[in-house]
Every structure is written in structure tokens, then in C-alpha cells.
């Protein structure tokens, strides 16, 4: 089992940029990681994945703007979120998916605010 703190949302101006992490309490190295949004009235959705080996998948709405990557040895996932728009405006969710179980888990979340 692992737990997830997401840190690094805030209130940010169109156009500007944003950096999420995702500190994991144990070895991430055998897990997909990915990061969700849910925007008020909205269902969550996804954002982005990476998996155990790097590949990478991305929402068509974020291609271009967002980079997930990970850190193996520091336990920890980030989001560089770039050319931000209001309708990137949510609360941002960390996840954890263990390959050999697709068990999921879950972080807090962050509030992300895109606004002028």
C-alpha cells in the first residue's frame, strides 16, 4: 500500500505555468502513476500516465501544455503544466495504480485555479 500527498496547486494567471508533485510514502517502481481532475460539477477525469517503463499518455485537452514524469528514487510523480487556461481549473488528484493487483490509491488532492 501507498500513500500520496500532492502539493504545488495554486492560483495561477492564463498562460502562466505550474509545477505539481506527488510524494509517495513507499517504492513507486512497480506502479503506473498517473494524475486526475475534477472540476466542480464534473466527473474526474485523467490527465495523464506514466508507466513502470516511462511511456507516457496524455488527454488530448493537456498535449502539448502538460509533462508527467517520475522519480524511482525519491518516490515522487510531477506535473509541469504549461500554457495553463481556465478550463484547467480543478482540484488535481494523484494516482497510484500497482500493476500486479490494479489495486488503486488515491492522494488528497490540489486546487488549481486558472484565472485573471
Known amino acids: 500500500q501507498v500513500q500520496l500527498v500532492e502539493s504545488g496547486g495554486g492560483l495561477v494567471q492564463p498562460g502562466g505555468s505550474l509545477r505539481l508533485s506527488c510524494a509517495a510514502s513507499?517504492?513507486?517502481?512497480?506502479?503506473?502513476m498517473g494524475w486526475y481532475r475534477q472540476a466542480p460539477g464534473k466527473q474526474r477525469e485523467l490527465v495523464t500516465t506514466?508507466?513502470?517503463?516511462?511511456?507516457?499518455n496524455y488527454a488530448e485537452s493537456v498535449k502539448g501544455r502538460f509533462t508527467i514524469s517520475r522519480d524511482n528514487v525519491k518516490n515522487m510523480v510531477y506535473l509541469q503544466m504549461n500554457s495553463l487556461k481556465p478550463e484547467d481549473t480543478a482540484v488535481y488528484y494523484c494516482?497510484?495504480?500497482?500493476?500486479?493487483?490494479?489495486?488503486?490509491?488515491w492522494g488528497q488532492g490540489t486546487q488549481v485555479t486558472v484565472s485573471s
Open positions: 494516482n497510484a495504480r500497482l500493476l500486479a493487483t490494479s489495486q488503486n490509491f
Open positions: 513507499g517504492k513507486i517502481f512497480s506502479y503506473v
Open positions: 506514466i508507466s513502470t517503463s516511462g511511456n507516457t
